[in-house]
């Protein structure tokens, strides 16, 4: 079977761990390749996600690299071996793939937390405030590609309906941001109470007056995977969506979400302040 050209972020993220389990356990790919009877292109295939794996092949490559996590081996499989068609396939080739990407890490993510300082975050975003801001930033899309960006945005508030926890905070800025204009703005507002309704929703708001608070940080989305090693998170770059896994960076990002969090106020406090900014649209 041929390499995939563009392996997803979820098949990247495999690879990519089985690539550090592979360093840490001081092993060359060559010699991996010559043990698992295959090739070292093979391997390398394997690393980087062009190439799927069997569980047979994955369990034994995690015993011959002394895992000795039981969750982390049966999380590798559940990626191996998932050959889900998610609803996101139905927009490849109308939106770029690392919109694609972020569905599906989301649907797959245990759980999912949310920093934002200027925009609301994606997943509770109203349809109208999906198309004011596409038309702000992508003034030029064709109506049928900006059509299909705001369908997909609002079909990705299916999270919200699963069991998973869905953690949001978000900086007073954005709720005072009138994309659209006010009666828009006020509906997105609303919205926000509505899904601060679901008990698998937590959603607070870092204040103006906040304290300690030093700016804008680096507004992220955290995905859980089934062993924090497993996490990633999906940031915003200059050429669109970044996705980060390595260790390092994943506790930087852990440790700015703990300091976002001690400067938000409580929840019930947050959708008070909503509330308040809602009424004076």
């Known amino acids: 079977m041929p390499p995939r050209r563009n392996p997803t972020a979820r098949q990247v993220r495999l690879g990519a761990e089985l690539r550090r389990l592979r360093e840490s356990a001081a092993l ?3 010699d991996v390749a010559a043990w698992l009877g295959t090739n070292q292109a093979q391997i390398s295939n394997i690393e980087s996600g062009k190439h799927g794996i069997s569980e047979e092949r994955l369990r034994k490559l995690t015993a011959h690299y002394d895992v000795n996590d039981p969750q982390l081996v049966a999380g590798l499989v559940g990626m191996a071996n998932d050959r889900i068609w998610g609803w996101w396939e139905e927009y490849r080739g109308a939106l770029p793939p690392k919109a694609l990407d972020i569905a599906e890490l ?9 920093f934002e300082v200027v925009h609301i975050p994606g997943v509770l975003q109203t349809e109208d405030h999906v198309r004011a801001a596409s038309l702000f930033v992508n003034p030029d899309l064709s109506e049928a590609k900006r059509e299909a960006h705001v369908s997909f945005r609002v079909r990705r508030q299916g999270v919200l309906t699963s069991a998973k926890p869905y953690d949001v905070i978000i900086h007073e800025s954005a709720l005072r941001m009138h994309v659209g204009g006010p009666k828009v703005a006020r509906a997105q507002l609303e919205h926000l109470l509505h899904a601060a309704d679901r008990e698998t929703v937590t959603l607070r708001v870092i204040p103006f007056a906040a304290d300690g608070f030093a700016g804008a940080g680096f507004p992220m989305q955290y995905l859980g995977g089934v062993v924090p090693r497993l996490d990633t998170v999906q940031a915003d770059g200059p050429q669109g969506p970044v996705f980060i896994d390595a260790p390092p960076q994943l506790d930087r990002c852990r440790s700015r979400l703990e300091r976002a969090a001690g400067a938000a106020l ?8 909503i509330r308040c900014i809602a009424q004076e649209l």
């Open 28 to 30: 060359v790919s060559r």
């Open 106 to 114: 989301e649907h797959h993510a245990s759980y999912v937390r949310v």
């Open 266 to 273: 409580a929840q019930d406090a947050s959708l008070d302040l």
